[in-house]
Every structure is written in C-alpha cells, then in structure tokens.
C-alpha cells in the first residue's frame, strides 16, 4: 500500500484557467519567454529543439501524480557551478473565475482589482503565489514550517520494507506539501496518516520497532498541525486558497503497448509481485475505466461455476461494457465502434465491431492506428481518474504512428478535450496541424540563447516554422514552397534513429543532414512514395530514401514509373538505402548501421522480462539475411514478434545519452558518415 497522489477536487465548477507560462533553466531552456496558452495550443518545432523539455518543466508545475524538479538532472548543462534550489523553474499565469476572485477579497478583506494571479514554482518544490505588492501587510513565514518537516524522524533500515517504504513516503508527502504551501492539507495530515502507518509486522520485535517509530513520528506531524493553526497568516490563508484551486497538469508521451486478451491469473501473479509489465498496466487501466476490478475478476474465476454465477458474471461484463462505450462514443470518427468483453476461465478477452460488420474482431487484430487511438484515449481517461475537466493536459506527440486521416481524427478529438481543459500538445507531423486555427500555433526554435518559443514565423525560427510551411503546402492553401527541402524515411523508427545519430555528429563537429533539411517519416515504403508524389506535385524539392528490400524497390518502382512522370520536371530524388552506405544490391534497412552485438543487446533490454535469453542470443540467428530479418527468424522461432519501433526507439534514446560520436561503435561511425554525405549529395541533384 503506498499513498494516494494529491490530486485537486475538480468537480463540476469552473477554475482557474492557465492563460501563459515561462520556463527558465531547466535542460535546454534557458528562458523561454511567455508562452500564451489558448484552450487548444500546438508547440512545432523539428526535434531536438526543446519541445519535451517544456512540456516536462510546465507539467511538473503541478502534476496529476506527485513528482518533483530534480537540480542535479534539470539544470541546463552549460551552467554547472551555478545551481540554485531558489531558481524559479516555472511561472504560470491564471485567469481567476469570479468565485475565486470574492474568495480572495474575501480573505484579503480589502477590493480585489486583479482577475489574473501568478504562480511560480522553484527548484526545492515551493510555490509562491505572486500577489500584488503591498497586497498583505504580513509575510508568508513557510521557512519554520518547512524546518520543523525536516525534523520529522527518518524511518530506520530496522524497519520491514514494507512499512518502511509507507514511511518514507508519509514523510515525503508531509515536506511536499509543506514546501508547496498546501497549509490545509498538511494540517489534515496526522489524522490521514494515521491508518497508513499502523503496525503490520510479521512478527512481535517488527511491531514493536513499527511502533517506535510511530511514537516519534506522529508527535511532530501533530506539533506541526498545532503551529499551523497557532501561527496562520492572512497571507498564508490566501496562498493555500490559490494553490488548492490550481489545475491538475497531466503528460503523456507514447501509449503503452496493448493488448485486449489477458490471462488474469497471469497478471494478478505478476501485480502481486510488484512486477508488472507496460501492457499490463494498460490492461488494468482498461479494467479500470471500464469500473472493473482485476481481485473482483480474478476470485469470480475461482467460485462455483455454475449456469447462475455464469450469468451474473456475463451481466457484470455487459454493464463495464455500456460503461466504456459511453465514454469513447463517437472518439474514433472514421467508424462506429462497439467495445465487448468475453471470458472463459481466467481468460479475459477484449473485441471491438464496427456498425457495419457482423463478426466479431480481437483487438488486437485491428489496425494500429486504430489500436493507438484506442490507447490514447483509454490512458488518458485513466490517467486523469475519469475527471477530464479543468485539467492541462499536455501531449508530446500524439498521433506519430496514426495515418493522416487519423490523425484528422486526432484533431477533432483534441478539440473536444479542449472544451473543458486547456490541451498543449507538440509535434513535427504537419497532419496534426489545423490550419484554420493560426492562432494556436507556437514555432520551438533552438537558439544560441537556448530553446526559444514565438507566436511569428520570422525567419530567425525558421526550422520551426518549415514544418508549419510543410502543413501549409500539403493542405494545398498556398502557393508555392513549403518546405524548402525535404528528406521522406520509411517509418519513424528510421526518423528516431536518423535524427539522433545526425544530432551526435553535429554535437561532434561532424556533417549530419544538411540543417534545412525537414525529416518526415512516413507510415511505411508505399505511404513514403505517395507522400513523395504529393510534394513533388507541389514543386517541392524531395529525396525519399527507401530500406532495401522488395516492398520497398516494389515501392520505389511505383514512385518513379508511376507517378512522377505524371508531373512536369519533379524535384525528387531517390536513394536506396544499401547504395547510400556502399552496399549496393543487398537487402538492408536503418538496423544494418549497427554491429550485430549493439542491436542484438538493445534487443534484449527490451525484451528482458518477456522472452529467454537464449531465444535472442547472436548465436542463435540464422545466417545470410539481413540483421533484422535474422532477429525476426529468431523471434519466430519461439512464437514472438519483433517489434522495430520499440527497439528502434531504444536505440534512438541510447544515442541520445551519448557525448561525442566516439561513443558509436566504429562501424556507426563510418557508415554514418556514407549516410549523411549520401543525403547531401542527393539534394545537391
């Protein structure tokens, strides 16, 4: 048992509402300047230019789930030496709802004027609520309260793991909210805490150690209540009244792996040994939205099976799935969907109809788009316990692996989220873009100063705002050139792998891709083609490289004999993976960049709790075909699936952490380089 977040009671009135924010020293960004917020609010900019960061800073503003700025991991790299646990991370800027405004005339006991207030938040996690100067004759004194919660006893390495874990997160949460300000929560404390701590020891000397502790512990959380009370300011009233009204923030990046059939006697093992896996989770959080319960379906399983338990059960089954479909009704635009759960013994099964099918389809043989979409909106709702209003939710981009149209989808989605919440989201896709929506558009620059944000496509942002121009070209609303130049790759684990490995060249003085260059990754070697064909209908300039393999020369073909002839002097270049790195006439993708023994080892972190090493050896692949192809034979031969995209991502997040190109094995290096020289060369054509 640990101890629940905070989270604030949203309930059914208005909040609230984030109007703009700063970010300043946190990762790359040195001072992002106010950043207007509207209820919908896109951040484009290429990668690397500080997107996540931003969205990280502001979501630890006020998270949904207790988490903290952290000084030795946030501060931007280039100013060692110079950290401050007193430096302000993040400001944010509110507009106040009528009712707040006469709860703070109210304590102020004087007219209140302003209608929008100023939180900001430090390093060490305290608030402060920026009033109007002269607006409280008293002070804020938090610095004896803070001092008195860091007298609180520590929990000994005596104690049982498990009550001492709960210790030290009772203790963690007393200094949270002690150094945020939430006076009356921390006042509350000792009675909530009460019942977490009580003695579970095993044994009589456990017990005993649990009730030391016990003793120590609660007399101070009950002197801190008591100067709470005793020393309480007008000030200090006022600050926990803004801060208990503040939004939840909420940040999602890539949706869990999912998958709607699970052995629930499988998962509860695995729940009570604390060792859960990604889908798993995402399974739970189905159950959950669905007001199911894994304990409720685990025991059903075990009583008695007759035609009335039977029967209950399937009623049971049919009320979660009203449940569900009520709330994703009309979420997925391009078709009518019906959520159905069936079980058989411990096997629980999930099947989604369309209004126009008659059978019955596994989830997981859907379409990953729609299985995507599907995740999104099932983690989100979870995420957010169901209470999707007057929350910001921040999404780092949503829709990468959707096709266009739903992506289309996406956006729509997006925009009813945004009635009752403020939504910032960021992306490099120009799909997820709505252009009859400018002013929701902010371009992400990386500057000499840092990672800068602007509401103006000037040509001071201009790798930011290509992607916006790219948006503008595809959608056909303007004449002439979007991006000036773009590089098409085959799926976004080619995009990950390819932007990262050119962002550790250039970090070490060497040529990545030219830096004009917009990299868009398709949805595989037939989408590159047909997105190809549409820029170079555009009069765009276009290398498009293509995996060697037949799909993709079958693919390439297409483009060339198909389509470009349709157009008048194309400007499109194809390159063939293979040629561009001196393999010429052998089949080979992206992974053919790496020695056996760094993919096959990223492999295996992946895929540590889910397969036997000895099914992912290097000695257990086949010979002759290409890396990937001989890791998928190897999957196949213990009834698994190799999933690129995950590993692709690993490998992309392991070069991220690297410093210099030295760090690459020496076979990266020189085929990197053949890679990058090739790509110049192509666009010099």
């Given at each position: 048992m640990t101890s629940k977040p905070w989270a604030p009671r949203?309930?059914?009135?208005?909040?609230?509402?984030?109007?703009?924010?700063?970010?300043?020293?946190?990762?790359?960004?040195?001072?992002?300047?106010?950043?207007?917020?509207?209820?919908?609010?896109?951040?484009?900019?290429?990668?690397?230019?500080?997107?996540?960061?931003?969205?990280?800073?502001?979501?630890?503003?006020?998270?949904?789930?207790?988490?903290?700025?952290?000084?030795?991991?946030?501060?931007?790299?280039?100013?060692?030496?110079?950290?401050?646990?007193?430096?302000?991370?993040?400001?944010?800027?509110?507009?106040?709802?009528?009712?707040?405004?006469?709860?703070?005339?109210?304590?102020?006991?004087?007219?209140?004027?302003?209608?929008?207030?100023?939180?900001?938040?430090?390093?060490?996690?305290?608030?402060?609520?920026?009033?109007?100067?002269?607006?409280?004759?008293?002070?804020?004194?938090?610095?004896?309260?803070?001092?008195?919660?860091?007298?609180?006893?520590?929990?000994?390495?005596?104690?049982?793991?498990?009550?001492?874990?709960?210790?030290?997160?009772?203790?963690?949460?007393?200094?949270?909210?002690?150094?945020?300000?939430?006076?009356?929560?921390?006042?509350?404390?000792?009675?909530?805490?009460?019942?977490?701590?009580?003695?579970?020891?095993?044994?009589?000397?456990?017990?005993?150690?649990?009730?030391?502790?016990?003793?120590?512990?609660?007399?101070?959380?009950?002197?801190?209540?008591?100067?709470?009370?005793?020393?309480?300011?007008?000030?200090?009233?006022?600050?926990?009244?803004?801060?208990?009204?503040?939004?939840?923030?909420?940040?999602?990046?890539?949706?869990?792996?999912?998958?709607?059939?699970?052995?629930?006697?499988?998962?509860?093992?695995?729940?009570?040994?604390?060792?859960?896996?990604?889908?798993d989770e995402t399974f739970l959080a189905l159950l959950d939205v669905a007001g199911l319960n894994l304990d409720d379906e685990f025991e059903r399983d075990r009583v008695k099976d007759d035609e009335e338990s039977r029967a209950e059960r399937q009623y049971d089954l049919s009320v979660a799935e009203a449940t569900l479909n009520r709330k994703i009704e009309n979420h997925w635009g391009q078709a009518r969907y019906q959520v159905q759960f069936r079980v058989d013994g411990c096997r629980f099964m999930t099947f989604v109809k369309a209004e126009d099918e008659t059978a019955l389809f596994r989830l997981e043989e859907r379409s990953k788009g729609f299985q995507w979409f599907f995740s999104f909106d099932l983690m989100l709702m979870h995420e957010t316990r169901g209470r999707l209003k007057n929350c910001v939710i921040l999404l780092d981009e949503p829709g990468l692996h959707l096709h266009p149209e739903g992506q289309q989808d996406l956006l729509k989605c997006l925009a009813e989220y945004a009635r009752t919440n403020t939504l910032i989201y960021t992306t490099h896709l120009p799909y997820m873009i709505d252009l009859q929506e400018p002013e929701r558009i902010r371009v992400i620059t990386q500057t000499e100063r840092g990672s800068v944000v602007s509401e103006n496509l000037k040509p001071s942002h201009r790798a930011g705002s290509l992607v916006v121009q790219a948006a503008l070209g595809i959608y056909g609303r303007v004449n002439g050139q979007a991006a000036e130049q773009n590089l098409i790759v085959t799926t976004a684990d080619n995009y990950w792998i390819l932007t990262e490995l050119s962002h550790l060249f250039r970090k070490s003085m060497r040529e990545g891709l030219p830096p004009d260059v917009l990299v868009t990754p398709a949805g595989g070697a037939m989408e590159a083609a047909y997105l190809a064909a549409f820029l170079a209908g555009r009069g765009l300039e276009v290398v498009a490289m293509f995996d060697s393999n037949p799909a993709a020369r079958a693919a390439r073909d297409k483009l060339v004999q198909g389509w470009l002839p349709k157009f008048t002097e194309p400007k499109v270049v194809t390159l063939d993976f293979a040629e561009a790195i001196g393999n010429a006439g052998q089949d080979c993708s992206i992974e053919d960049l790496f020695p056996e023994t760094f993919y096959v080892t990223r492999v295996q972190k992946v895929y540590e709790n889910h397969l036997p090493a000895t099914a992912l050896s290097l000695s257990a692949l086949p010979e002759g075909n290409p890396l990937v192809q001989r890791v998928e034979a190897a999957f196949r031969s213990v009834n698994a699936v190799l999933n690129r995209r995950v590993v692709g991502r690993r490998i992309a997040a392991d070069i991220r952490q690297m410093r210099n190109m030295v760090d690459l094995p020496e076979m990266t290096r020189l085929l990197g380089e053949k890679l990058f020289a090739a790509i110049k060369k192509a666009f010099t054509r």
């Amino acid at each position: 048992m640990t101890s629940k977040p905070w989270a604030p009671r949203q309930g059914g009135r208005q909040r609230m509402k984030l109007t703009r924010f700063r970010i300043q020293n946190y990762k790359c960004i040195l001072d992002s300047d106010w950043v207007n917020v509207s209820d919908l609010t896109v951040l484009v900019g290429k990668n690397e230019t500080g997107k996540t960061s931003l969205l990280q800073a502001l979501y630890l503003f006020n998270p949904f789930k207790p988490a903290s700025y952290v000084l030795a991991r946030d501060w931007p790299r280039s100013f060692r030496g110079e950290e401050s646990e007193a430096q302000v991370v993040c400001t944010a800027e509110f507009q106040l709802t009528p009712e707040e405004i006469d709860g703070v005339q109210a304590l102020a006991n004087q007219p209140v004027s302003l209608d929008r207030i100023q939180v900001a938040k430090d390093y060490l996690g305290r608030f402060e609520v920026l009033f109007p100067k002269g607006f409280f004759a008293e002070k804020l004194r938090t610095n004896d309260i803070a001092a008195l919660c860091s007298s609180l006893p520590q929990p000994t390495p005596k104690l049982a793991n498990r009550f001492r874990k709960l210790a030290l997160d009772c203790r963690a949460e007393a200094i949270r909210l002690s150094h945020e300000g939430r006076f009356s929560d921390l006042a509350q404390l000792p009675t909530r805490q009460e019942t977490k701590l009580a003695p579970r020891g095993t044994t009589a000397h456990q017990r005993q150690l649990e009730q030391t502790f016990r003793n120590h512990y609660f007399p101070k959380l009950d002197e801190l209540s008591q100067r709470l009370q005793e020393t309480s300011t007008l000030q200090q009233k006022a600050h926990d009244f803004v801060v208990q009204r503040l939004p939840a923030f909420v940040y999602m990046d890539e949706c869990r792996p999912f998958c709607g059939t699970a052995e629930l006697d499988v998962i509860k093992r695995r729940k009570d040994h604390h060792d859960l896996r990604p889908e798993d989770e995402t399974f739970l959080a189905l159950l959950d939205v669905a007001g199911l319960n894994l304990d409720d379906e685990f025991e059903r399983d075990r009583v008695k099976d007759d035609e009335e338990s039977r029967a209950e059960r399937q009623y049971d089954l049919s009320v979660a799935e009203a449940t569900l479909n009520r709330k994703i009704e009309n979420h997925w635009g391009q078709a009518r969907y019906q959520v159905q759960f069936r079980v058989d013994g411990c096997r629980f099964m999930t099947f989604v109809k369309a209004e126009d099918e008659t059978a019955l389809f596994r989830l997981e043989e859907r379409s990953k788009g729609f299985q995507w979409f599907f995740s999104f909106d099932l983690m989100l709702m979870h995420e957010t316990r169901g209470r999707l209003k007057n929350c910001v939710i921040l999404l780092d981009e949503p829709g990468l692996h959707l096709h266009p149209e739903g992506q289309q989808d996406l956006l729509k989605c997006l925009a009813e989220y945004a009635r009752t919440n403020t939504l910032i989201y960021t992306t490099h896709l120009p799909y997820m873009i709505d252009l009859q929506e400018p002013e929701r558009i902010r371009v992400i620059t990386q500057t000499e100063r840092g990672s800068v944000v602007s509401e103006n496509l000037k040509p001071s942002h201009r790798a930011g705002s290509l992607v916006v121009q790219a948006a503008l070209g595809i959608y056909g609303r303007v004449n002439g050139q979007a991006a000036e130049q773009n590089l098409i790759v085959t799926t976004a684990d080619n995009y990950w792998i390819l932007t990262e490995l050119s962002h550790l060249f250039r970090k070490s003085m060497r040529e990545g891709l030219p830096p004009d260059v917009l990299v868009t990754p398709a949805g595989g070697a037939m989408e590159a083609a047909y997105l190809a064909a549409f820029l170079a209908g555009r009069g765009l300039e276009v290398v498009a490289m293509f995996d060697s393999n037949p799909a993709a020369r079958a693919a390439r073909d297409k483009l060339v004999q198909g389509w470009l002839p349709k157009f008048t002097e194309p400007k499109v270049v194809t390159l063939d993976f293979a040629e561009a790195i001196g393999n010429a006439g052998q089949d080979c993708s992206i992974e053919d960049l790496f020695p056996e023994t760094f993919y096959v080892t990223r492999v295996q972190k992946v895929y540590e709790n889910h397969l036997p090493a000895t099914a992912l050896s290097l000695s257990a692949l086949p010979e002759g075909n290409p890396l990937v192809q001989r890791v998928e034979a190897a999957f196949r031969s213990v009834n698994a699936v190799l999933n690129r995209r995950v590993v692709g991502r690993r490998i992309a997040a392991d070069i991220r952490q690297m410093r210099n190109m030295v760090d690459l094995p020496e076979m990266t290096r020189l085929l990197g380089e053949k890679l990058f020289a090739a790509i110049k060369k192509a666009f010099t054509r």
